[in-house]
Every structure is written in structure tokens, then in C-alpha cells.
């Protein structure tokens, strides 16, 4: 079923501002998002996780089981994780429609999305 005009156009419009969008470019374009160490620390402790949770299961000691369990998590985690020191880059002010630069904000999801939808509207506005 093909998508109708209007679909289409919007379609094009998101395509449009993901491409301008400097946070999502610097996330895909970003150094190595992984550390090979950490990766090989999570996937050892994976594997060690795995053997003390079958063993667990084995000897029917269920506290090694849980033991094991927590491991492959933990092992997971470690390897998906970044470094410490690679905390994000605050974003960058830009300026408004008055031509003031708004103060960098340290929040969350929605204020961001906040702030996009109060940008597009002063655009369309124009």
C-alpha cells in the first residue's frame, strides 16, 4: 500500500531534521562507542556466569544459580557500558528567535522535546 502525499511530505520533513539534528550526527559519527577491554571483561564474565548458574542447576545449589545469574548481568552491563570519562557533550545554545542565546539546559527528554516543538512552531510562525 503506498504512502499518500501528505505521508509522504511528512515523511521527507523527519528525514530532513534527522539530518540536521547535531546530537543524533555526533551519537552515529562518534569515536569507538565501546571499549575492547571492557568488552572482554563483560564477555568473561558472561561465560563465568554461565558456568556457575549451570552448575548451580547441576549440584541443585540454588544460591549459585542466583550467583551466576547476577554475573551474566553483570557482565553484560560491563560490556555495553562506555568509560566513565565519556560522559556526553552539553549541547550547544543556539539562538532563539529574538537572537538572544538561551542558557545551556541540563534536562531531561521531554524539556528537549519541549524546546524543539516551541523552535518549529516560531519557524512555521514566520
Known sequence: MPLSEYEQRVLSQMEQQLRSDPRLVSTFTSEQRYSGRRLALGTLAVLAGLAM???GVAASFVWLGVLGFVAMLGGVMLAISKPRGAAPKAPSS??????????PRHSGFMQRLEERWDRRRDERGR
Do not use: Q
Not at 543556539?94 to 542558557?103: D, I, L, Q, V, W
Open 53 to 55: 548458574l549451570v552448575g
Open 94 to 103: 543556539r539562538p532563539r528567535a529574538g537572537g538572544a542565546a538561551s542558557p
